[in-house]
């Protein structure tokens, strides 16, 4: 492998179509504001480097990141790329992801609006991220100890799992499939709606107007915090710790268990799901309006 150090590029697609590099101590900075850096490249290693120019990884093949910087102004840096190791490194462009698989990312730092935008086989740890549209239409997500804020994250996403992780974002995981949320804590408006086979365990949900027009929700041990006008024209299978403000219209095969409701609303003809008040200690009483 060759190792390239201490050098500066600023030149349009400077090492266009290379294979097997070592660059080290390295800076994409400068007059000539050249994109595309390593465009069409495989097996690349990068480490403790500077990128200030747009479009750098795009149609990568084998590409390890590691003790990085990408400023605001490199732009798209990961775009349609594959088999991909970031560690330790700042992704601050917009839209720094996207259209890649097979990418494992840890201890990330991550400020870039429509960051993941349909990629696939995405393995997340111990990252923070702020973001608009965040993994939007993305599959095969795996996020452990993940802290993100921003508003409309993980729409149209499927068959993904996200563990200890702490959400801030408001109309998150609108239309998910196939979706698991463990042991995580998450805050935002208008939570999940139109989602199908969701499962929310073991988390701390706040927020008005969760989980309207669901198919094959489960929650499983939450507690909900401010949320009101749950569950409209759903169909949930839901085990609640702590009281709801109120709950709307749930639909026919839903069992909702609280241990106390502000309200129940019914007020079509299909708003005819269960709703149950059980007291902690084990007392049980049907609370259906």
């Known amino acids: 492998m060759q190792t390239i150090q201490n050098q500066t590029f600023d030149a349009e697609r400077a090492l266009y179509g290379s294979s097997g590099l070592l660059v080290k101590d390295c800076a994409f900075d400068g007059p000539a504001d050249g994109e595309s850096a390593f465009k069409e490249c495989s097996n690349i290693q990068v480490e403790h480097s500077f990128f200030n120019l747009r479009y ?17 102004l490199c732009r798209a840096a990961l775009w349609y790329s594959d088999h991909i190791a970031v560690g330790n490194t700042k992704l601050h462009g917009i839209k720094a992801l996207r259209e890649c698989s097979d990418v494992t990312m840890h201890g990330c730092s991550i400020i870039s609006p429509e960051f993941g935008w349909s990629s696939r ?19 095969g997500l795996h996020f452990t100890n993940v802290r993100m804020k921003g508003k409309y994250s993980f729409q149209y996403i499927e068959d ?35 989602c199908e086979n969701v499962t929310f365990e073991n988390c701390r949900i706040t927020g008005t107007q969760p989980f309207c ?11 909900m915090t401010g949320c009101d006008l749950a569950f409209e024209r759903s169909t949930v299978q839901a085990d609640i710790t702590t009281p709801v403000a109120s709950i709307k219209n749930p639909l026919a095969g839903s069992c909702i268990t ?10 079509i003809a299909e708003g005819t799901g269960t709703v149950q008040i059980k007291k902690r200690e084990g007392k049980t009483g049907c609370a259906c309006a």
């Open 121 to 139: 086989n995405i393995r997340m740890e111990d990252c923070g991220a702020e973001s608009e549209y965040f993994m939007m239409r993305a599959a």
């Open 160 to 194: 993904s799992v996200f563990e200890n992780c702490t959400f801030d974002t408001k109309d998150a995981f609108w239309h998910a499939k196939n979706v698991t949320v463990r042991n995580s804590v998450v805050s935002g408006e208008y939570l999940a709606w139109y």
């Open 213 to 223: 027009y669901c198919k094959g929700l489960k929650l499983i041990n939450c507690g």
């Open 258 to 267: 609280v241990p106390a409701v502000g309200e129940i609303i019914r007020d």
């Open 56 to 72: 750098p990884f795009w149609h990568n093949h084998g590409l390890s990141i590691r003790d990085c910087e990408m400023t605001e």
